[in-house]
């Protein structure tokens, strides 16, 4: 009975103390001037307040930064002085402002200083720009980050960052959660050079993890390309929801000339699209691509498509469906597609409907993405906040797998934004914490084969009309 014999060595590692992975848990904040760095507000949405509020205000950033990874995110946070109470504008007023401006990009909301004091560590964040006390803070919905370090003003501010615990920390009673569970994402990544006992530290993990992220967390995709594709544009490339091809991930791609076939279905942002990007070797079609289709459609236009390089499929729905298709007659060497995060890691999620009954079922997940995309030989090499750039390239080390993975827990499940954050430090029981919030994390500290029935159930329950590939 050789599977009962005692391993001599097993108590060592039960008693291995996870350092690395109680520093993922650590977040830093501060207030800083925003008047001291006009360029830093206009990559938040701009600052704008109603002339009423404006003169019992002052204007400053929240940043949030992420020791380990060294990032920050940063918004605007607005104090509002007591002199606005004696003017006749209540606390209960500001309670329902949500909108520091005229337009959507505004959005923000107000936090009380009883509300703040709640967290003692929060309170003396907001105090040091505030020594006679304040009322409150408005703060913005939108937020700003920038890769590959926190920008030096932001960190170089005479106010230290206090450190805080992760707002997510709560719903993870156990230690140790991410080491276990990068552990487990390996088992599932299918590299040859896994197995159970390489590498085993979960310590080890988490350091070798966020140390290779930076090469592959990037701040956009589209800068991505100088390295990918020093030399010539592709030949050619299809993208499918290409918009008015301005901003798409392969726009560099673009603008040093490439052709191809490029396709949305909005008759308006086409017409744009063919006023600017026309070219003889360019084929732009007002068109819905459908997975069904997409075999005639790459015969109707195949002299735009020959040797096709370069894939991008962005449509909000059956992206899956679709670059599964495209990659049944091509063989291009990079494709980018957008990653949604409607399920984490390792289950596999891609919806399989034109309809999502608006809920934001659409397009495929991460876990999704790196099992099509490996059976075609094509690996993810750049990672931002949206799309992913996967590519003809080397399999994976383990070290590579963990980096991707640190990136993917940076950009999609460590991510809350600073109003996130706000909401979640002020808030005293779990129960307030949103039940998504909630639910996810549950789902990503399990093993997932004890909760994939759950999940199903719990998709079904909630739309039984949108159809989705779910899978681990
Ligand atoms: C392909 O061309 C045929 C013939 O012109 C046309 O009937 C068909 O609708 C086209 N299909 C697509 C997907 O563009
Ligand atoms: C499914 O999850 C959502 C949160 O994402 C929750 O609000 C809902 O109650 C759950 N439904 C079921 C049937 O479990």
Request: proline letters at 8%.
């Amino acid at each position: 009975m050789l599977w009962a014999e005692r391993l001599p060595w097993l108590p060592l590692l039960v008693t291995v103390h996870c350092f690395a992975d109680e520093q993922l848990w650590e977040l830093h904040a501060k207030l800083v001037d925003a008047q001291d760095y006009p360029k830093l507000t206009e990559k938040v949405y701009p600052y704008l307040i109603t002339p009423s509020l404006r003169a019992f205000s002052a204007h400053f950033f929240l940043v949030l930064r992420e020791p380990h990874f060294n990032t920050c995110r940063w918004t605007n946070a607005i104090r509002i002085t007591e002199d606005i109470v004696e003017l006749g504008f209540s606390i209960d007023m500001l309670r329902t402002v949500n909108r520091c401006g005229p337009g959507f990009d505004h959005l923000c909301k107000f936090y009380d200083e009883p509300l703040i004091r709640r967290s003692p560590k929060l309170d003396a964040v907001f105090r040091s720009k505030a020594p006679n006390g304040y009322v409150g803070f408005l703060i913005g919905r939108y937020w700003a980050e920038e890769e590959p370090l926190c920008p030096h003003q932001l960190q170089s501010d005479e106010d230290p960052f206090i450190v805080m615990q992760h707002p997510f920390r709560r719903l993870h009673p156990k230690p140790d959660v991410w080491g276990e569970w990068l552990s487990r994402s390996l088992q599932y990544a299918g590299l040859d050079e896994w197995n159970p006992g390489n590498p085993g530290n979960p310590d080890e993990i988490v350091k070798m993890a966020v140390q290779a992220a930076p090469d592959v967390c990037i701040h956009s995709v589209q800068d991505a390309w100088s390295a990918l594709w020093p030399q010539a544009p592709p030949k050619s490339m299809i993208v499918l929801g290409c918009s008015d091809m301005n901003h798409d991930p392969t726009s560099p791609l673009l603008e040093k000339g490439a052709g191809g076939l490029f396709i949305d279905v909005s008759s308006k942002l086409i017409e744009n699209a063919q006023r600017k990007w026309s070219a003889p070797h360019r084929m732009i079609l007002n068109i819905k691509a459908q997975p069904h289709n997409i075999a005639e459609l790459l015969k109707n236009y195949s002299s735009y498509v020959e040797d096709v390089e370069v894939l991008q499929v962005d449509v909000d729905t059956m992206d899956g469906r679709l670059v599964e298709e495209l990659l049944a007659h091509t063989k291009p060497r990079a494709v980018v597609v957008e990653v949604r995060d409607s399920l984490p890691f390792p289950f596999r999620y891609a919806c399989l409907t034109h309809d999502t009954k608006h809920l934001p079922w659409g397009g495929a997940n991460f876990a999704f993405w790196l099992h099509l995309l490996r059976r075609h030989g094509l690996h993810l090499v750049r990672m931002d906040l949206r799309d992913a750039v996967f590519a003809r390239t080397e399999a994976p080390t383990i070290r590579t797998f963990l980096g991707a993975m640190a990136c993917y827990l940076r950009k999609f499940v460590l991510v809350p934004t600073p109003l996130q954050a706000m909401e979640l430090w002020t808030r005293k029981t779990l129960r307030e914490i949103d039940r998504k919030t909630v639910l996810r994390h549950h789902w990503i500290a399990s093993h997932p084969p004890d909760v994939i029935e759950e999940i199903w159930r719990n998709m079904t329950t909630t739309s039984p009309d949108v159809r989705f590939h779910l899978d681990v």
